[in-house]
């Protein structure tokens, strides 16, 4: 759900026991492509349209993406999950040796910054918790690193799991 308050706007995700806080004068889209995932962006975003709605890699501006996966099958830890990344990443023939544990509102996450052709420049951060992988990725033009960073440290603050 994308509840409008006095503080602005807020996408709350029941079932993966997710909030967030949309940066200010930010858009919100829900996904249809995966279920509960959203794309959040500044209103400047330019890049490839794709069913509707601006994809990597961007020639403009900064866009968040939220998707929570639902692992049922095998017990994972952060270890885990950067091996499964790195295998992902090799398949579609990205290069990142950039992972990094950091810790996102109390939890452990993981961190992973790279570049491709196909996505352009992006942060991604993965927090695992139970049986739920929450992968929170920033995507940003080339040339407003800074000011997407900035935005992304700041929306990272307002992520709150239950």
Same mark, same amino acid.
């Given at each position: 759900?994308?509840?409008?308050? =006095?503080?602005? /706007?807020? %996408?709350?995700?029941?079932?993966?026991? +997710?909030?967030? *806080?949309?940066? !200010?004068?930010?858009? @919100?889209?829900?996904?249809?492509?995966?279920?509960?995932?959203?794309?959040?962006?500044?209103?400047?975003?330019?890049?490839?349209?794709?069913?509707?709605?601006?994809?990597?890699?961007?020639?403009?501006?900064?866009?968040?993406?939220?998707?929570?996966?639902?692992?049922?099958?095998?017990?994972?830890?952060?270890? =885990?999950?950067? /091996?499964? %990344?790195?295998?992902?990443?090799?398949? +579609?023939?990205? *290069?990142?040796? !950039?992972?990094?544990? @950091?810790?996102?509102?109390?939890?452990?996450?993981?961190?992973?910054?790279?570049?491709?052709?196909?996505?352009?420049?992006?942060?991604?951060?993965?927090?695992?918790?139970?049986?739920?992988?929450?992968?929170?990725?920033?995507?940003?033009?080339?040339?407003?690193?800074?000011?997407?960073?900035?935005?992304?440290?700041?929306?990272?603050?307002? %992520?709150?799991?239950?």
């Amino acid at each position: 759900m994308i509840i409008e308050t =006095e503080e602005g /706007k807020i %996408v709350d995700n029941k079932k993966a026991g +997710l909030t967030v *806080k949309v940066p !200010e004068g930010w858009e @919100v889209e829900k996904m249809e492509i995966k279920e509960g995932s959203v794309l959040i962006h500044t209103l400047d975003i330019e890049g490839k349209e794709w069913n509707g709605m601006m994809v990597p890699p961007l020639i403009k501006g900064c866009g968040i993406e939220i998707a929570v996966v639902y692992n049922k099958y095998k017990k994972m830890d952060l270890e =885990e999950i950067e /091996k499964e %990344v790195k295998t992902l990443q090799w398949a +579609l023939q990205i *290069k990142s040796e !950039e992972f990094e544990k @950091v810790t996102i509102n109390n939890w452990q996450a993981l961190k992973n910054t790279f570049e491709s052709e196909e996505l352009g420049s992006v942060i991604s951060i993965y927090i695992l918790l139970k049986n739920k992988l929450y992968n929170v990725g920033l995507y940003f033009a080339p040339n407003e690193k800074e000011r997407c960073v900035q935005e992304f440290d700041k929306f990272l603050e307002t %992520v709150s799991i239950q």
